[in-house]
């Protein structure tokens, strides 16, 4: 499977945006698929993640209330909606596929990792 992230850029805080994450290869429906991110400096955090129906989801604290994730496996893409962003949130968002079909919450447990998008957050 090979995944395409996009729709980083830079954005005010307190501002929005949606990340999308293409997905060719496999059986894109039975995948649980994750989002990370990795500021400068600092490693890759969990984001969100959800499973392969969308009926389960699982988002990090600090982004809890904030940001969705939601898929649409028809065009194969799972998005990340994030509001109220804040500068804190800068970083590479990455997408990727959890293994053995389970939601994991560290990157160990992903793997088919996109090339990322960056998302700015200017105060």
């Known amino acids: 499977v090979q995944l395409q992230a996009s729709g980083g850029g830079l954005v005010q805080a307190g501002g929005s945006l949606t990340l999308s994450c293409a997905a060719s290869?496999?059986?894109?429906?039975?995948?649980?698929m994750g989002w990370f991110r990795q500021a400068p400096g600092k490693e890759r955090e969990f984001v969100a993640a959800?499973?392969?129906?969308?009926?389960?989801?699982n988002y990090a604290g600090s982004v809890k209330g904030r940001f969705t994730i939601s898929r649409d496996n028809t065009k194969t893409t799972v998005y990340l909606q994030m509001n109220s962003l804040k500068p804190e949130d800068t970083a590479v968002y990455y997408c990727?596929?959890?293994?053995?079909?389970?939601?994991?919450?560290?990157?160990?447990?992903?793997?088919?990792w996109g090339q990322g998008t960056l998302v700015t957050v200017s105060s």
């Open positions: 990727a596929v959890g293994v053995g079909g389970r939601i994991w919450l560290s990157a160990g447990g992903y793997e088919h």
């Open positions: 290869g496999r059986t894109f429906s039975n995948y649980v």
């Open positions: 959800i499973s392969w129906s969308g009926g389960t989801t």
